[in-house]
T-cell receptor, first 107, second 114 residues
Framework: GIQVEQSPPDLILQEGANSTLRCNFS?????LQWFHQNPWGQLINLFY???GTKQNGRLSATTVATERYSLLYISSSQTTDSGVYFC?????????FGTGTRLQVFP | DSGVTQTPKHLITATGQRVTLRCSPR?????VYWYQQSLDQGLQFLIQ???????AKGNILERFSAQQFPDLHSELNLSSLELGDSALYFC?????????????FGNGTRLTVT
C-alpha cells in the first residue's frame, strides 16, 4: 500500500519563528489534506490541497503531486500552533494519514 | 466547531463488554468515516459510509461493526472489548467522497477498557 512519511517527526520552536513541514507519499494520490491536532485532541482540517498552493493567514501549503510531496509552511509561529500536524492522502478507496510532525512552540 | 457531533466524550468499560459510539455529521454531509487513534498505531481508518451504504473498509476488526442510518447519523459498535481497544475513536464527515472532499472531524470518543 501507499506509504506516507512526514518530516521532521518533532520540531521545537520559539514564538515568532517560521517552519516548514514535509509530507512525502510513495504513489500517485487523488488528493491531500493537512490537519492539526491540538493538545486537547481536536483534529482541525487546515487545507484540502490536491495540487498547487493555498494560503490561510499565517499558514500556507503547497502540493507537487507529480513529485509526490506536499509542504506546510507556518510563519510567525504562536504557542497556539503547538500540537501534531498530519498530512493525509487519498489512495485506492481511503484517506491514509501520515505519522505526523509534533510541533512545540515556546514563548 | 467542525459541526460533527460525537457522543459520548468519554467511555469507561470492562473487558468483554459492548459499547456503541454515535456520530452526527455536519448538516448536508453524506459521507461518514470512522477512525481509531491509539498511541502505537496512529490514525487508522476503520470504515466509511456514503448516504447509507458502506463504501470503504479499512482495518476494522470483526468484533466491530458500524452503520449509517437514513437520517445520516452513524453508530460504531464495539463488542467483546479487549484492553487493546482502548483508544480515541473519531468520526469525520464530508460532503462527497474522500477523494474530492475535505474531511471534518468530531472531537472524538475516548474509550478506556479496564
Amino acid at each position: 500500500g501507499i506509504q506516507v512519511e512526514q518530516s521532521p517527526p518533532d520540531l521545537i520552536l520559539q514564538e515568532g519563528a517560521n517552519s516548514t513541514l514535509r509530507c512525502n507519499f510513495s504513489d500517485s494520490v487523488n488528493n491531500l489534506q493537512w490537519f492539526h491536532q491540538n493538545p486537547w485532541g481536536q483534529l482541525i482540517n487546515l487545507f484540502y490541497i490536491p495540487s498547487g498552493t493555498k494560503q490561510n493567514g499565517r499558514l500556507s501549503a503547497t502540493t507537487v503531486a507529480t513529485e509526490r510531496y506536499s509542504l506546510l509552511y507556518i510563519s510567525s509561529s504562536q504557542t497556539t500552533d503547538s500540537g501534531v500536524y498530519f498530512c493525509a492522502v487519498f489512495a485506492t478507496d481511503k484517506l491514509i494519514f501520515g505519522t505526523g510532525t509534533r510541533l512545540q512552540v515556546f514563548p | 466547531d467542525s459541526g460533527v457531533t460525537q457522543t459520548p466524550k468519554h467511555l469507561i468499560t470492562a473487558t468483554g463488554q459492548r459499547v456503541t459510539l454515535r456520530c452526527s455529521p455536519r448538516s448536508g454531509d453524506l459521507s461518514v468515516y470512522w477512525y481509531q487513534q491509539s498511541l502505537d498505531q496512529g490514525l487508522q481508518f476503520l470504515i466509511q459510509y456514503y448516504n447509507g451504504e458502506e463504501r470503504a473498509k479499512g482495518n476494522i476488526l470483526e468484533r466491530f461493526s458500524a452503520q449509517q442510518f437514513p437520517d445520516l447519523h452513524s453508530e460504531l459498535n464495539l463488542s467483546s472489548l479487549e484492553l487493546g481497544d482502548s483508544a480515541l475513536y473519531f468520526c469525520a464527515s464530508s460532503l462527497g467522497q474522500a477523494y474530492n472532499s475535505p474531511l471534518h472531524f468530531g472531537n472524538g470518543t475516548r474509550l478506556t477498557v479496564t
